[in-house]
Structures are given as C-alpha cells and as structure tokens.
C-alpha cells in the first residue's frame, strides 16, 4: 500500500516510541528509515533491529596514530549520527577520525548519518555489515546527497558493524578497499531523485510491516473508553 511520507514518519516515531526509545532518538531514527525507504533501500525493514531492543551500541573511536582506541557505550542510538560526530571530532583534533560501532542494532540506518553530514566540506567514507552483506558508501563534503557504492552480497559478516573514516582534507583519497561488482549502487542524483518522487507519489509499505510498526504503536496509546475520548485519546481513528 502507499502512504504520504509524513503519515510513515508518524507511525514510525510511535512504533519506536512504543518500543521505549527516547524521544531523540526515535524521531532520528523514524527520519532516517523514512529517507531510506524514499531513497529504495527498504529503510522500514531496518527497524526492525529497533523494535523491542534495548538502547545502547558499543563504540571505538581512534585517529592518525592508531594505539588504544577510546571506546565508549552509548546511552542512545549511536549508529545513526552520533558516530559521525564522533568522528568529525576527532578528525578535527587528529587530522582522522575513525569510529566502530559494533553489533550496531540498525546499521543500515547509518547511511542517514552520512547524508546529514554530506554537504559540510569534509570527506566521510562510510561501511556497515548486515544481513544483506558489506555496505559502502562515501561523500565528497560538496553534495548534498551521498553516493551509495553498493552492496558486497558475498561478504557474510559474522556480526552486523558500522565503520565511519572522516579525514580533515576533502580530496583525501577513499579509506576502504571497496570490492568490484557492488549491486544497487547509486550516485547523489539519483537518491535525491527517488526522494522527490517519493514526496509526490507517496511510499510503498507492505501489510506486514504496517501491522508489525501498527502493534508497537499500539502500546502507547490510551485506552479508548468513553471517558478517555470525552479528553481526546483514544487511537482507534487515526488511519494507522
């Protein structure tokens, strides 16, 4: 079925927010499946690694030098922007930054991050592992849209990851060694391209999806007895 991008973002922020994800991060991470999901890359199934987990991923965050790296636990959603923070800071101080965010709980969700960050003047390459395989992606810091490189689907990751590589100078060379032959690759015009489409033709979401985000949001709602309707509550007739 179809649904209007803002209707998606809403169900989604409620699903999150039903699953016990602060507001912060449910609001980013809605934002960030609901762009992939406009872009093609089924943004909805990436919440999935969300919905009943429990908040906080691992990190590592070194720079030029290497030695010890300074890891940390984040309290929130770190996939999603936070890393790249990370890493702008320390890119800032050391010339690179490199963070590692093990057992990421919705690693595809990282590719939002990297368009956040896309048009502020600093070359950030960008990795993560799922089930699908090995992701790259990568921007220059002069586009507003990433350039999605593409999916190793013969890489079989024993854990999902996010790797982000920030360096200081923009005509930096790429950090990662990217293997030939990447499905589904597609270049900063062609992802701004599916979103404007998808702001006029609306999003394609399966039953199954809309049922699963529709009982998470569920547990948020207010019962609706007469009593809490005469106060506004009640769920029972807000399309989702």
């Avoid at 790296?69 to 999603?80: E, T």
């Avoid at 993560?128 to 090995?134: C, E, P, S, Y």
């Avoid at 593409?150 to 920030?166: E, F, H, L, M, N």
């Avoid at 015009?189 to 009982?215: K, P, S, T």
Wanted: aromatic share 8%; with cysteine; glycine share 12%.
């Amino acid at each position: 079925m179809k649904m209007a991008m803002n209707e998606l973002v809403s169900l989604c922020r409620a699903a999150l927010e039903g699953s016990g994800w602060t507001q912060g991060d449910y609001e980013d991470a809605a934002d960030a499946a609901v762009w992939l999901q406009a872009s093609g890359l089924r943004g909805v199934d990436a919440l999935s690694g969300l919905l009943g987990a429990a908040p906080g991923e691992p990190y590592a965050i070194q720079g030029r030098a290497g030695g010890e790296p300074a890891c940390g636990h984040a309290p929130g959603l770190v996939g999603c922007l936070l890393a790249f923070e990370l890493a702008w800071a320390q890119a800032s101080r050391d010339g690179v930054g490199i963070v590692r965010v093990n057992d990421a709980l919705a690693p595809r969700l990282a590719l939002y991050g990297l368009k956040m960050m896309s048009a502020r003047g600093r070359r950030i390459d960008l990795e993560w592992d799922d089930a699908d395989g090995r992701h790259f992606a990568t921007t220059s810091g002069r586009d507003a849209y990433p350039s999605y490189l593409g999916c190793d689907a013969d890489a079989k990751p024993a854990r999902t990851g996010i790797v982000v590589y920030c360096q200081a100078g923009d005509e930096a060379p790429m950090r990662f060694d990217v293997a030939p032959g990447l499905r589904d690759a597609a270049d900063p015009a062609e992802l701004e391209a599916r979103y404007d489409e998808a702001l006029w033709r609306g999003l394609d979401i399966d039953d199954a999806q809309r049922a699963r985000l529709g009982a998470w949001k569920s547990r948020v709602l207010v019962e609706a007895t007469a009593a809490s309707r005469e106060h506004g509550a009640g769920g029972q007739d807000d399309g989702f």
